[in-house]
């Protein structure tokens, strides 16, 4: 009979541990509170409770109770993956910003933001320069009279299109990049990450460069953000000192600038509301999990939180990748270190220590893409072996090491290998370049090889004469 396994969260980590479960054996039932997407799901049905069976030290069972059109229903279930990921409480630091009571404005979460129509003819402040904010700020500058966007860190700015109109994810995510940054002391890495970021625009001069460069915090990813500024359509302000009934005033700036409504991109806390603080407890925005899935201190390791990491790559293959190896310790076939073992090693990371090397991270959450996602593939067997790879298929090597590190790699070999991975490596920029080639171009004839074709017919006159 195959192991139940409850599934919390019809997000995309939630949808791919349907499939992880789906592929080793396993029987998933998911349950998503909202009526969208899903895969085996039940719609509509919020999970109240998740508690360790009687007998849990024994079987590592878990009985789940839930609610769904007033009814509740309790079953029990051999392992439990949460997916409801860290974007889950919108975060509203009021308290922060003397005045808002008396804000006759209107005033909100990013969270709620809809459509940019709300913002015509408005003066808009928007408080928090993450994506979210930046993409709200750049989208209002278009119907709106003004734009103030407040920030009090700043952030590098990156754009889509990097060298040459490749997309940036693919030129500078890289096994080699990642390589040659780990082997740097961090000052310098720091340096080098200022020097191509200031290569597309000076953010000292946009007033957007980073306040602490040495932590580093997850990259504004747009593409307008420069243009508006440039154009005067938004406007960087540093951060709110007092919230009046019509207006503001900044820090460092004692004019009132008037307000009409105020978007508050101030982030996310996350929580697991329907967990035992004895099972997953969540403190200082961080949860003691083992390679941040596994609760560590837990007599079996039956139960896996899924997406709970702040990654600098893709976070959607990362969180295929951790269902793939927590659903293959559910079915026993991956073992896990003693519950000593991992919290000690929980505990050491919770100090965010730091070796000097490589890029530092602002938060416990944070992690490097290839190095976290190497070590999960190694613990499963499925980690491409370079090494070997140059002796028996030296191009392919070649391709994965200096190429874009996509996740046709992580199926080239063990558990889940696919068989078109390597095609699909092979010839991934093919398929970049054709999204975006709508229209065939004739280039003109290299220069270089005008100047070999030159040089070759010399050559042949000189042997022929030489011959003679």
């Known amino acids: 009979m195959a192991k139940r396994v409850a599934i919390v969260g019809a997000g995309v980590c939630g949808l791919a541990s349907i499939k992880c479960c789906l592929e080793e054996g396993l029987e998933p039932t998911c349950f998503e509170r909202s009526d969208d997407l ?31 059109e007033g009814k509740r229903e309790s079953a029990i279930f051999d392992g439990v993956m949460v997916c409801i990921g860290f974007l889950t409480n919108p975060f509203l630091p009021l308290d922060s910003f003397p005045g808002i009571n008396t804000f006759k404005g209107q005033y909100f979460h990013s969270r709620q933001y809809k459509h940019p129509d709300i913002f015509k003819d408005k003066k808009v402040l928007v408080i928090g320069m993450g994506n979210s904010g930046t993409d709200i700020a750049v989208e209002a500058s278009h119907v709106a009279e003004k734009v103030f966007l407040s920030t009090t ?4 700015v990156v754009s889509r299109v ?13 096994r080699f990049e990642n390589m040659f940054i780990n082997c740097l002391p961090t000052p310098i890495v720091n340096w080098l990450m200022a020097k191509r970021m200031n290569r597309w625009f000076n953010h000292t001069n946009y007033g957007l460069v980073p306040k602490d460069r040495t932590r580093l915090r997850e990259p504004v990813l747009n593409d307008e953000l420069p243009g508006r500024i440039i154009t005067g359509k938004v406007i960087i302000k540093p951060s709110v000192k007092e919230v009046k009934e019509n207006s503001v005033i900044f820090n460092n700036t004692p004019k009132e600038e008037p307000i009409d409504i105020i978007v508050f991109a101030t982030g996310y806390t996350f929580a697991f509301p ?14 003691s999990l083992y390679k941040y899935i596994f609760p560590a201190h837990l007599q079996k390791s039956t139960l896996a939180i899924i997406g709970l990491i702040d990654s600098l790559g893709s976070r959607i293959p990362m969180g295929e990748i951790q269902a793939r190896w927590a659903v293959r310790v559910l079915k026993g076939v991956n073992k896990l270190p003693p519950p000593s073992v991992m919290i000690e090693e929980v505990n050491a990371k919770k100090e965010n220590k730091h070796s000097g090397f490589g890029l530092r991270y602002r938060k416990v959450l944070q992690t490097g893409y290839i190095a976290y996602v190497d070590e999960l593939l190694t613990y499963m067997n499925a980690k491409p072996n370079l090494f070997s790879m140059l002796l028996t298929d030296p191009r392919l090597a070649l391709t994965v090491f200096f190429g874009p590190c996509t996740p046709y790699q992580f199926r080239l070999t063990g558990p889940g290998k696919w068989e078109g991975a390597r095609n699909a490596i092979l010839t991934q920029w093919d398929r970049t370049i054709k999204a975006t080639k709508t229209r065939t ?6 220069p270089f090889a005008s100047l070999l074709k030159l040089f070759s017919f010399l050559a042949l006159l000189v042997a022929i004469f030489l011959l003679l």
């Open 274 to 287: 329907f967990l035992d603080e004895t099972v997953v407890k969540v403190e200082d925005g961080q949860a």
């Open 162 to 174: 990097c060298d040459a109109g490749y997309p940036s994810d693919m030129v500078m995510q890289t």
């Open 38 to 68: 899903g895969g085996l799901w039940r719609f509509t049905t919020k999970v109240c409770s998740v508690t360790k069976r009687p007998d849990f030290a024994v079987t590592g069972q878990w009985e789940v109770v839930t609610l769904r």
């Open 441 to 446: 171009v004739e280039e003109p004839p290299s």
């Open 153 to 156: 860190g700043g952030s590098w």
